[in-house]
C-alpha cells in the first residue's frame, strides 16, 4: 500500500502538471481524481508483466481479449497513439495512464465503452494526418531504422487506410507486392500515399500531374495502373 | 495601228478656221450668208483708203462726194442705224471701182462736180435671220461626208466647208443635236460593220485577220470624223460635262455593238486563246494579230472581263494538265528545268502582246499549277536526287526505305547540286521554301539514323557523319544559297541523330581521334589532320554527354602518353587547345596536367640517372625509366598485385628513394599494371627488340576488354550522380526554399549532361532520406534546406 501510495504522490505529482481542464478539476475534487488513477494503476498492473514492469505482448493480447477486440484491431493502435507509446507491442506506465486519463477509463468496462469514441476523435481529419504518420513510427522497431519493409506496409495499410480508401489501397499494396524496384517504404512515401489517396481522383487519375513532387514510387504506381487499366 | 490617244488631242492647223466670223479673207458661198447684228464697215474702210467719189442710188445707199476726203466722210451723219448695204450693190461698186476707178474718174473729170451729197445710213428693223433649213442642210453635207467615210467612198465636200459646217452649227447653238446626229450616223455604220462578221470564216485565224481590219478601219474612221468636228469636240463637248468626247463616244459604240454581236465577241475572244495555246504548244502564231487584238480589247475596256479572265482559267487548266502529265514522265531536275522554261515563256508573253497587268497573275497561276501543287511529289522524287550525290561519295545510305527508280543515271556531283539549287530557287518563288526545309531535316534524320544506330558499322561512324556532314555543307552553300534557316536545320537535325544513341558515338568519336592521333598514320600531314580535327570537333559540339567522351579520351590519351604512342606532340596540344576553347578550361584541366607530368618526369629521370643512388645502386643490364603520375589528373587504375622479377623490384625501390629525397611529402605508388618493357633479345637470326607489357613478362596479357569500356561509362554515370547531389544540396543552400519545378528547371540549367526527370527525382528522394532536405509540412510542392 505504501508503495501505492507513494506512487500515488508521486503520480499526483506528475498527473498535476500534465492534466487536462477536466482533470484538474477533478484533482479539485480530490478524492474522486485519487480514487480514479488508483484504478488506473491497479488496471495495469493486472495486465503488465512483473518484471519488466511495462505491458508486454502478451499482456496487451490479454488486454484485448478482455477489451473483445482482436489484437490486430486498428482501434489498439489508436489506442497506443492516444497513449503515445514509444514501442510497438508495449506500453508503459506512464503511456497507460496518459492515454486511459485522456479517456476517463479506469475500468475494463470503461475503456471499452471509450473505443468507439476513441475511434472517432481518432478518424476527424485534422488528427488522422497525426495518427497516419504514428502508425509508421510505431512500427519501426529497431534503432536507427527508418523504412518499413513492404510485407509489414500492406498489412499496416490495410490496417490504417482500408477502411477510407479501400480500393486504393487494394491496388497500390497489388503494386507493392508485384513490383521490384522498392524493397522498403520510408516516411516520405508513406505520407505522399496519404496525401495520394485524399487529393487524387481515382481510379482516373485525372488531376495527378507526375511533374510535381510526387514521390517518384507514387508515379511508378499511376503509370502501372494504366497500363493494366487499358 | 490607230491609238486613241492621238485622236484627243486638238489639231493645231484648224484653229486660224474658229476664229471669228469677220475675216477678211472672207470667200462667201452663194448663198445667204449674212451677218447679223452690227454694222459691215469693211467696205466703208476701203472706201476711206481709196479716197474716191462714187456715186450711189440715193435710197439704197450712201453717197460721196468725190471732193471729200476722209475727214468729209468723218464728219457725215454717221447715222449706224440708219446704213444698209446692198450685197449687189457692193459687188457692182467693187467691181467698178476695181477696175473701172480710173474710168470713174476719167468720166468723173468730163461732168461737173456734184453737190456734197449726205450719208445717211440705216439699219433695217428686223434682224437677220437664218436661211429656212439652215440645220437640215448643213447637217446633210455632214452627214454624206461621214457616210463616205465609212463607206470608204470620195466625198464632193472639201475640208475646208465641212470644218466650216460644224463651227456654223456650233456657233447657232446646235452643237448638241449635230452630236446627237453624228452619233447616230456612226452608230449605224458601226453596227453594221460589227454585225458582218457575224458567220464569217470557219478559220480562226482568218476571222481574226478581219476583226483587226474592222478595229482598224473604225479607228481610221473614228479619227477622220473626230478631226472634221474637232470643233464640237472642243466647244460643246467639253462645256458639257455630261458628254463624251468623240473618240470615246466612237469606242463606246464599238464597244456596244461588239457585244450584241455576241458571237463575234466570243469568237474573237476563242480565236486568241487558241492562238495562244497553239504557241504554248510550239506552233508559230501571228503574235502581232495578237498584240494589236489584245490593244482593242485594252482600248474598249473590255480586256480584264473579256479575256484576262477566260485567258487565265485558260492557262490554269493547261498548265494543271501539263504539270501532272509531265511529273508523271519527267524526273524531277528535267520537270525543274522545264517549268523554269515555261515560266519564263510566260514572262515574254507579257512583253509581246499581253498587257502588263496580266504579268503578275499569270506568272502565279502559271507557278501555282507547276509548282504548288506539286511540291510534295516533287520533294518525294527529290530524295532520289540526295541519295545519288551521297551515292557518289559513298555515303552509306542504308536506313532510308524509298526505292530508286531504275530511270535514273549517275550524273556528275556538280549537276545535282545545279538541280537542287533550281527547286530551291523555284520553291522560293511559290513559298514553299518551309516545305523543302522540313524535307531536308528528315532527310538527314532519316539517313543520320542509319549510319549511327546500325551497330554493325560502328567501326565506319565517324567517317562516315563526317562525310555526311561535309556533303550537307556542300549542298547548303552552293545549292541552298546559305540560307540560314537551312543551316539551322541541318545542325538541329545533326544534333537529333547522333544522340539517337546515348554514349557510344562520344565513345567512337574519342577512338576515332585517338587513332589519328596515334603514330603510325604515315601519309597524314599536319594540315590534312588539322582539317581532321576540326571537322571532328563539329560533331563533338553535337554531343550531349560530352562527359563521356571526355572519360574515354583521357583514357587513350593516358595510354598514348604513357606507352610514346603519339604521333606528334603538337597535334595532341592543338587537339586539347580545340577542346578547352569548345568546352573551357576545366575541361581540359587535367588532360592539360597530363603532359606536365610527362614532361616532368622526363626530368626527374634524367637528374635520376645522374643520381649517385642510380650510379652507385642499380643491377646492370637494365634500362628503366620512369613516368611519374599526378593523381587526379590521370584516369584511376585498378591496383594489381604483380609479382615482379627481383631486379625490378630493387630498381624500384631505389627510385622511389630517390624521388623522396627529391621530394619530400608525396607517395609513390606503382601502377603495374601499366608497365612495359623492352625486351632485347638476341636470337640465333639476330637481335630483336619486343615491347611488352610487364604483365606478358609475367605471362599475362592486358587487353583492352569490352567491360572496360563499360566501366569506364559506368564511372561516367556514377561521377553524374555525385553531381546531381551536389549541384541539388548548393541550390537549396543557396536558395533555402524552392518549388519542385524551380528546383528541376534550375538543375536542368546546371548540369551539363542529358538527364531525365525522373532520375532528378530519384536523386531528391535520396537526399530526403538523408536529411539534406524535407518536404514543406504546409506545401508539399516545397522543399527546405536542412541544414
Redesign the interface.
Known amino acids: 500500500m505504501r508503495r501505492a501510495s507513494s506512487k500515488k504522490a508521486s503520480s499526483n505529482s506528475t498527473t498535476s502538471t500534465n492534466s487536462s481542464a477536466m482533470d484538474l478539476f477533478r484533482s479539485a475534487t480530490g478524492k474522486a481524481a485519487t480514487k480514479e488513477l488508483e484504478r488506473i494503476d491497479q488496471l495495469f498492473y493486472s495486465y503488465s508483466n512483473e518484471s519488466s514492469g511495462m505491458i508486454d505482448p502478451e499482456g496487451i493480447e490479454y488486454l484485448c481479449s478482455d477489451l473483445e477486440v482482436e489484437h490486430t484491431d486498428v482501434r489498439i493502435l489508436m489506442l497506443a497513439w492516444k497513449m503515445q507509446a514509444e514501442k510497438q507491442g508495449y506500453f508503459t506506465l506512464e503511456e497507460w495512464r496518459k492515454g486511459l486519463k485522456a479517456l476517463h477509463a479506469d475500468t475494463i468496462v470503461k475503456l471499452k465503452k471509450a473505443l468507439p469514441e476513441l475511434e472517432n476523435e481518432v478518424r476527424r481529419p485534422s488528427n488522422y494526418v497525426e495518427f497516419y504518420s504514428y502508425a509508421f513510427r510505431y512500427c519501426l522497431t529497431e534503432e536507427k531504422q527508418?523504412s518499413i519493409d513492404i510485407e509489414s506496409i500492406c498489412e499496416l495499410l490495410e490496417l490504417v487506410l482500408g477502411s477510407q480508401f479501400p480500393q486504393q489501397v487494394d491496388f497500390f499494396v497489388q503494386y507493392l507486392k508485384t513490383q521490384v524496384d522498392y524493397k522498403v517504404i520510408?516516411m516520405?512515401q508513406w505520407m505522399?500515399f496519404y496525401?495520394f489517396c485524399n487529393e487524387i481522383s481515382f481510379p482516373d487519375f485525372n488531376n495527378y500531374d507526375e511533374?510535381?513532387?510526387w514521390?517518384?514510387i507514387l508515379?511508378n504506381f499511376v503509370d502501372w495502373v494504366k497500363s493494366k487499366q487499358s | 495601228s490607230v491609238t486613241p490617244l492621238s485622236m484627243s488631242q486638238p489639231s493645231n492647223n484648224n484653229r486660224k478656221r474658229s476664229s471669228t466670223s469677220s475675216s477678211s479673207s472672207y470667200t462667201s458661198p452663194p448663198s445667204s450668208t449674212t451677218t447679223t447684228g452690227g454694222p459691215h464697215f469693211s467696205l466703208m474702210k476701203k472706201a476711206k483708203s481709196q479716197a474716191v467719189s462714187c456715186s450711189f442710188d440715193n435710197k439704197n445707199g450712201f453717197q460721196l462726194d468725190n471732193n471729200n476726203n476722209n475727214n468729209n466722210i468723218n464728219s457725215a451723219s454717221q447715222d449706224p442705224s440708219s446704213m444698209i448695204v446692198d450685197p449687189t450693190e457692193n459687188d457692182a461698186v467693187r467691181a467698178s471701182s476695181a477696175g473701172g476707178f480710173t474710168a470713174n474718174l476719167g468720166r468723173k473729170k468730163a461732168t461737173p462736180p456734184q453737190p456734197a451729197k449726205k450719208l445717211v445710213i440705216k439699219l433695217l428693223k428686223a434682224k437677220p435671220t437664218l436661211p429656212t433649213n439652215f440645220e437640215e442642210n448643213t447637217w446633210a453635207v455632214l452627214k454624206t461626208a461621214i457616210s463616205s467615210i465609212f463607206l470608204k467612198q470620195p466625198d464632193p465636200c472639201d475640208l475646208e466647208k465641212l470644218y466650216q459646217a460644224v463651227n456654223d452649227l456650233c456657233l447657232h447653238k446646235m452643237g448638241g443635236s449635230l452630236y446627237q446626229r453624228i452619233e447616230k450616223e456612226c452608230e449605224s455604220h458601226i453596227s453594221s460593220a460589227l454585225q458582218s462578221l457575224v458567220g464569217q470564216s470557219e478559220d480562226l485565224v482568218v476571222f481574226l485577220s478581219l476583226v483587226h481590219k474592222t478595229w482598224q478601219d473604225f479607228c481610221d474612221q473614228m479619227l477622220m470624223i473626230r478631226g472634221i468636228a474637232l470643233y464640237l469636240d472642243r466647244t460643246y463637248v467639253k462645256q458639257t460635262p455630261s458628254v463624251r468626247s468623240l473618240w470615246d463616244m466612237g469606242l463606246q459604240l464599238f464597244r456596244k455593238h461588239l457585244s450584241l454581236a455576241s458571237e463575234v465577241e466570243h469568237k474573237t475572244v476563242f480565236g486568241l486563246l487558241k492562238m495562244i495555246e497553239s504557241e504554248r504548244l510550239g506552233e508559230a502564231v501571228d503574235r502581232t494579230l495578237l498584240s494589236h487584238l489584245l490593244k482593242m480589247f485594252t482600248a474598249l475596256g473590255i480586256y480584264p472581263e473579256s479575256f484576262e479572265k477566260p485567258f487565265l482559267e485558260c492557262t490554269s487548266e493547261f498548265y494543271a494538265a501539263e504539270g501532272v502529265k509531265y511529273m508523271q514522265h519527267s524526273d524531277v531536275p528535267d520537270y525543274l528545268k522545264h517549268v523554269e522554261v515555261r515560266l519564263h515563256e510566260e514572262h515574254d508573253r507579257c512583253l509581246l502582246y499581253l498587257d502588263a497587268s496580266t504579268r503578275k497573275p499569270l506568272v502565279a497561276t502559271a507557278e501555282r499549277q507547276l509548282l504548288e501543287l506539286h511540291i510534295t511529289a516533287i520533294l518525294d522524287k527529290a530524295w532520289i536526287l540526295l541519295i545519288f550525290i551521297f551515292k557518289f561519295h559513298n555515303i552509306n545510305t542504308i536506313g532510308f526505305s524509298q526505292p530508286l527508280t531504275s530511270g535514273f543515271t549517275m550524273l556528275m556531283d556538280g549537276n545535282r547540286t545545279q538541280d537542287l539549287r533550281r527547286m530551291y530557287t523555284l520553291f522560293s518563288r511559290v513559298n514553299a521554301l518551309e516545305s523543302l526545309r522540313h524535307a531536308l531535316s528528315s532527310y538527314i534524320r532519316k539517313t543520320g539514323q542509319g549510319i549511327v544506330t546500325d551497330e554493325e558499322k560502328d567501326k565506319d561512324m565517324v567517317y562516315s557523319l563526317l562525310e555526311f556532314k561535309a556533303s550537307l555543307d556542300k549542298i547548303w552553300e552552293e545549292s541552298f544559297s546559305k540560307n540560314d534557316v537551312f543551316c539551322n536545320t541541318i545542325k538541329e537535325a545533326f544534333e537529333h541523330l547522333i544522340n539517337l544513341r546515348q554514349n557510344r558515338p562520344a565513345e567512337l568519336i574519342a577512338k576515332f581521334l585517338d587513332e589519328k592521333l596515334r603514330a603510325g598514320n604515315k601519309g597524314t600531314s599536319e594540315e590534312e589532320l588539322e582539317g581532321t580535327l576540326d571537322k571532328v570537333l563539329v560533331l563533338f559540339r553535337f554531343i550531349q554527354g560530352k562527359d563521356v567522351f571526355e572519360a574515354f579520351y583521357k583514357k587513350d590519351l593516358a595510354k598514348r602518353l604513357l606507352l610514346g604512342k603519339s604521333a606528334s606532340i603538337d597535334a595532341e596540344k592543338s587537339m586539347i587547345s580545340k577542346l578547352k576553347t569548345e568546352c573551357g578550361s576545366q575541361f581540359t584541366n587535367k588532360l592539360e596536367g597530363m603532359f606536365k607530368d610527362i614532361e616532368l618526369s622526363k626530368e626527374i629521370n634524367e637528374s635520376f640517372k645522374q643520381s649517385s643512388q642510380a650510379r652507385t645502386k642499380l643491377p646492370s643490364g637494365i634500362e628503366m625509366s620512369v613516368h611519374v603520375l599526378t593523381t587526379g589528373y590521370w584516369p584511376t587504375y585498378p591496383p594489381m598485385d604483380v609479382r615482379l622479377p627481383h631486379e625490378l623490384n630493387v630498381y624500384q625501390d631505389i627510385f622511389k628513394e630517390f624521388y623522396l629525397s627529391k621530394y619530400s611529402g608525396r607517395r609513390l605508388m606503382w601502377q603495374n599494371s601499366l608497365g612495359h618493357c623492352v625486351l632485347k633479345a638476341e636470337f640465333a637470326k639476330g637481335k630483336k627488340e619486343l615491347a611488352v607489357s610487364l604483365f606478358q613478362v609475367n605471362a599475362i596479357q592486358l587487353k583492352e576488354t569490352v567491360e572496360e569500356n563499360a566501366s569506364t561509362t559506368e564511372r561516367v554515370f556514377q561521377d553524374r550522380q555525385y553531381q546531381v547531389d551536389a549541384a541539388i544540396v548548393r541550390i537549396m543552400k543557396t536558395r533555402k526554399m524552392l518549388?519542385?519545378?524551380l528546383l528541376?528547371t534550375e538543375l536542368f540549367q546546371q548540369l551539363k549532361f542529358p538527364i531525365k526527370?525522373?532520375d532528378l527525382?530519384?536523386r531528391i528522394?535520396s537526399l530526403?532520406?538523408r536529411e539534406y532536405l524535407e518536404?514543406d509540412k504546409s506545401n508539399?510542392?516545397?522543399?527546405n534546406y536542412l541544414a
Open positions: 527508418k520510408n516520405d505522399g496525401r511533374e510535381l513532387a514521390p517518384l508515379d | 518549388s519542385h519545378t528541376i526527370p525522373v527525382k530519384k528522394e530526403i532520406d518536404r508539399p510542392q516545397i522543399y
